[in-house]
């Protein structure tokens, strides 16, 4: 949710900086936002350069939310793969009723019974 809000904050503050509005109080909101969802984005990039290309090396924050054990799901106690079968289905979740809308459909019954389905004059 921060991640996808940042994004669109980003654009806020890019229009009130086009528009000169600098020392606007939403100006200064956003900036609180942002000022604080960057706290923790803190330590080090290691890169290689070499003949015009860069290359990633390693990094590293005392604030890294990565964790090997946990990365791999092959260790662990935080993850449990029986978990996936229900992520697995509420995510397949809105397919599995478009599929089930189609057979309808299929049947020419899924249209009619539409709520926002509005009958021609005609008919």
């Not at 890019?14 to 020392?23: C, P, Q, S, T, V």
């Not at 909101?29 to 080090?44: I, P």
């Not at 697995?88 to 309808?104: C, S």
Request: aromatic share 14%; hydrophobic share 35%; net charge positive.
């Amino acid at each position: 949710d921060t991640y996808h809000y940042k994004q669109q904050i980003s654009i806020k503050v890019a229009e009130l900086i086009y528009d000169g509005k600098w020392f606007t109080t939403l100006f200064d909101s956003c900036m609180a936002f942002v000022n604080k969802t960057e706290e923790t984005v803190t330590g080090w990039a290691k890169v290689y350069l070499h003949k015009g290309s860069i290359r990633g090396a390693g990094s590293g924050s005392k604030y890294s939310l990565y964790n090997e054990s946990i990365a791999s799901f092959t260790t662990g106690e935080l993850y449990d793969h029986k978990d996936a079968q229900g992520f697995i289905t509420l995510f397949g979740l809105p397919l599995k009723v478009r599929a089930m809308m189609e057979q309808k459909v299929g049947e020419g019954q899924a249209i009619l019974e539409s709520k926002s389905f509005k009958k021609r004059p005609t008919e």
